[in-house]
T-cell receptor
Framework: QQQVKQSPQSLIVQKGGISIINCAYE??????FPWYQQFPGKGPALLIA?????SEKKEGRFTISFNKSAKQFSLHIMDSQPGDSATYFC???????????FGTGTSLTVIP | NAGVTQTPKFRVLKTGQSMTLLCAQD?????MYWYRQDPGMGLRLIHY???????AKGEVPDGYNVSRLKKQNFLLGLESAAPSQTSVYFC????????????????FGPGTRLTVL
């Protein structure tokens, strides 16, 4: 059973547009929700993360929106650039129980 | 700092052969992890370690063994490789909650691409 469901599987956005990737989870014990960015041939790298006591976190062009009641969180990339073209993974972590789950990934292509 | 390094980068095995993947980190992290990444499946945790000498099973541990004899190293072993173990393997490390007051992130290595024929 997929602990974290991520959508869409792939996304094509024009340069300057907004990219939105969504994730949903079931386990309310998760206490940390990071997003990772992965370029081909590289390992994932942390992009931005949020804790469930916060509804939104913004770092530059990247924003996480978190809806605790709906058990959903999303990544928004504003003013998307070709250099943002990569695979993005959401994750849900419960530190007490050492539970680490990743979504299935979204391949983002930003067209110049 | 090299961060998290993995050796080898690529490997081809025949069914039934064994091998060990090495992960090393120089960040004094307590926690270390092994994941496999398959198309459409995302990253799945194989085994992890919360400190030197301790290991635990993750989501998909069958067919793999691990050892953490030194804090900086985490080894992943395949005793009898199967084609289903063809994957890209990532090692990661992080601070523990006792090392930092807030949850921290996992730092990933560059990956090992393993093909089992």
């Amino acid at each position: 059973q997929q602990q974290v469901k991520q959508s869409p599987q792939s996304l094509i956005v024009q340069k300057g547009g907004i990219s939105i990737i969504n994730c949903a989870y079931e386990n309310t014990a998760f206490d940390y929700f990071p997003w990772y960015q992965q370029f081909p041939g590289k390992g994932p790298a942390l992009l931005i993360a949020i804790r469930p006591d916060v509804s939104e976190k913004k770092e530059g062009r990247f924003t996480i929106s978190f809806n605790k009641s709906a058990k959903q969180f999303s990544l928004h990339i504003m003013d998307s650039q070709p250099g943002d073209s990569a695979t993005y993974f959401c994750a849900a972590i419960e530190f007490t129980g050492n539970q680490f789950y990743f979504g299935t990934g979204t391949s983002l292509t930003v067209i110049p | 700092n090299a961060g998290v390094t993995q050796t080898p980068k690529f490997r081809v095995l025949k069914t039934g052969q064994s091998m060990t993947l090495l992960c090393a980190q120089d960040m004094n992290h307590e926690y270390m992890y092994w994941y496999r990444q398959d198309p459409g499946m995302g990253l799945r945790l194989i085994h992890y370690s919360v400190g030197e000498g301790t290991t635990a099973k993750g989501e998909v541990p069958d067919g793999y063994n691990v050892s953490r004899l030194k804090k900086q190293n985490f080894l992943l072993g395949l005793e009898s490789a199967a084609p289903s173990q063809t994957s890209v393997y990532f090692c990661a490390s992080s601070y523990s909650r006792s090392q930092r007051r807030v949850p921290d992130t996992q730092y990933f290595g560059p990956g090992t691409r393993l093909t089992v024929l």
